[in-house]
């Protein structure tokens, strides 16, 4: 267990949709407050939460750090392609905001005049890695004007989230797969997503063990109102989960400033602090700076009672799946693994995997079997002006089988012959974002499956899963959008876009 000689408290705040007035006035009389009291380490600021356009976190970042405390700026993919996310770090590190958290973000909503074109060029992985190179002095790529130079050193401290609170194996397995990239790509500590389950709260902190990741881990304390709450339970809220009975116990809630409410975080906060996390990240609809200031100090008081608490925070039913088997003693989590079943797939997708693997490794595997012919062929195909032929062709075959997009830029060998650019709402190629649900996509839930937990159950399957998300992929080039990929794999060149 680690030792909470420094447990630390943040604070989330959400901007309104404006530049000015009450709700903008309300957020830096509460930092304000904050700076005061000097309980909070940091104050982290949304960006575009829940997909709604909102007040850029950056401006609020700045006048929150005039104030005197550290602003934490949420950091998010959906709206924005690679060169704003590399000219918004530039304007970051620019004003000193160099406290990031980095995330792939909720698809977007209702915006002017309709629901915005969704951008998620680069995921958080890359956008990760792109901070760690920022961080040693960012070489500017030698094919691009002016290419070549060494930038100065940005010292960000870019942080990730997490989530343990999902149902199905092959969601949770896709969320810690990723937490380890994360890590690996340069994330300096995490964050968990909003959730109630002390027995899924520890296994997060088992699994980084586990994993060998040492980095501060800060459990989210979410305090909905009854309607937000009401929203979760039904499912609205992106991969968040509220249980029927906690939310009797919330539309319960009573006493001067919601009481009850504020008691219900204290004790999660003793819980966490006993668990072993490093602090807590807080957040709610509605809350005054004296309702966390008393929650806080509430905790402080009870903290060595976080046993007696457990029983409130246990959700057993919720989860198909755990990663380590319960300890009877106390409800939490023994270090033993999970010992998990071989499922079988559908007789259709089974074919449709083997099948294309026979083929792949029939035809694109260098040096085996018919590779060199056929590269023979298509360097005859490309010298007599067919690059055209070849491209449409290639449309022909895995549009139907993959729902094929010509990418430019195949990689179906990497997710067990299941196509990304189509099959991904968000188009992801590192792992899986925090909005699933019960196993369903965020953006069709209850109409398509998530990719990931796809793949899992594909390869888990076939025991293939120790391939799932080993390395980091490159986003794709746009350059290469129409492309064919066969010509590439054996010519090692771009040919001819697909004909409109
Ligand atoms: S990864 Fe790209 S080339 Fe491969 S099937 Fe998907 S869209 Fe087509």
Known sequence: MKKDHDFKYTFELVPAR???????????????????DGILSALSITDNAGGHPALSPTALGREIQTLGITPIIHFSCKDKNRNLIESQLFELDRHGLRNLLVLTGDYPRYGYKGIPKPVFDIDSVVVLEMISQMKKGFLIDPRAPGGGTRLSPMPFRPGCVVSPFKRLEGELIGQYLKLKKKVESGAEYVITQMGFDARKFQELLFFMEEAGIDIPVYGTVFLPSPRLARAINKGVVPGCVLPDELLSRMESWKGPGKRDRLEFGARLIAVLR???????HIS?????????AWMINRSEAIKDLWWDFIGEFEFPHLWEFFLYEKDEKNGLNKRERTKTQRTKLPIGEYLSYRTSSFVHELFFEEGKYLFGPTKTLIRLLEKGGLNGVLTSFEKAVKAPLYECQMCGNCVLTEFAYLCPQSQCAKGLLNGPCGGSRDGWCEVWPGEKPCFYVRVYKRLRALEQQCTFLKHTLSPRDWEE????????????????????
Request: no cysteine; proline share 4%; net charge positive.
């Open 274 to 280: 006993g668990l072993g996390y490093n602090g807590v």
């Open 284 to 292: 709610g609809p509605g809350l005054a700076y004296e309702d966390v």
């Open 18 to 36: 404006a530049s000015r007035g009450k709700a903008l006035d309300d957020i830096i009389s509460f930092a304000q407050k904050a700076v005061d």
């Open 481 to 500: 959008w129409k492309r064919s990929s066969w010509v590439k794999v054996f010519l090692k060149k771009r040919v001819d876009k697909v004909p409109s």
